[in-house]
């Protein structure tokens, strides 16, 4: 396929998203797989603007292959995982099936897609969004090294204790948590990209006091404050994707 075509795709794959066409620009996309290969459809990836491939890749629908989620980069894939903060998902849901079949897809090696997100400004808050809903089990699991329920109650670590407890044998093996969910995802960070385990758990801290003191869990604005954030009640039943604002994407990278 010629550069043009390329450029012709892009530009038609933009606009469908803008116009809330999601289903249409993923068609195209797996249109040009199916034509030219694979890797034309990563160089398309590698020129659409992360918050294009995001677009796409939140509207995941276990019940279908996509073949942007099989074959986005790990890089490709980070840009576009930072930004979606900018969508008000207030359960993450969205966020951890995106991620889930992904980072947990058969070809893929986990900790290549964990370390290009730690190495982004905002990965660890975006990894943070990820474990919202586990924040308990993620603490219990930092302090004693294990998933049973019974050891969830217990002083949390302190910051300094959790800097120091980063090189602690495993007391689980990886296969017994193998559930492509989130308890994997906290061991493969635990103990394959510890830096970015600790970051998370501290951004998931600072999340909790504010959230504690009754404010916005981004930026400290009052909750009752419109935030210019999006709201997916639509999206959550499968309607639209609201495309992020081009200012927001500046300021999330």
Not at 176 to 199: G, K, N, P, S, T
Request: aromatic share 8%; net charge negative; charged share 30%.
């Amino acid at each position: 396929m010629s550069s043009n075509n390329h450029l012709a795709l892009i530009t038609k794959t933009t606009a469908l998203i803008a116009a809330g066409d999601i289903v249409g620009a993923e068609s195209a996309l797996s249109e040009l797989a199916d034509t030219d290969g694979d890797n034309a459809l990563l160089v398309v990836l590698d020129q659409l603007a992360p918050k294009d491939i995001l677009a796409v890749m939140r509207e995941y629908d276990d019940s279908k292959a996509s073949v942007v989620n099989m074959l986005v980069t790990p890089e490709q894939f980070a840009r576009a995982m930072v930004l979606e903060k900018q969508y008000k998902d207030l359960t993450h849901t969205h966020l951890r099936n995106m991620v889930n079949a992904v980072v947990f897809r058969d070809d893929a090696d986990p900790v290549e897609f964990l370390t290009a997100i730690g190495d982004l400004e905002g990965g660890s808050e975006a990894m943070a969004n990820y474990f919202a809903e586990k924040w308990s089990r993620v603490e219990a699991f930092a302090r004693t090294g294990s998933f049973d329920a019974v050891e969830d109650y217990g002083p949390t670590l302190t910051d300094d204790e959790l800097l120091a407890s980063g090189y602690v044998q495993p007391r689980v093996d990886l296969d017994e948590v193998a559930d492509r969910d989130w308890m994997q995802m906290a061991w493969l960070l635990r103990y394959e990209c510890r830096d970015l385990f600790i970051e998370t758990l501290l951004v998931l801290r600072a999340k909790a006091r504010a959230f504690d003191l009754g404010l916005e869990e981004d930026d400290g604005v009052p909750a009752e404050e419109d935030d210019g954030k999006f709201e997916t009640s639509e999206t959550d039943r499968g309607k639209a994707t609201p495309v992020a604002r081009d200012s927001d994407e500046e300021s999330a990278i």
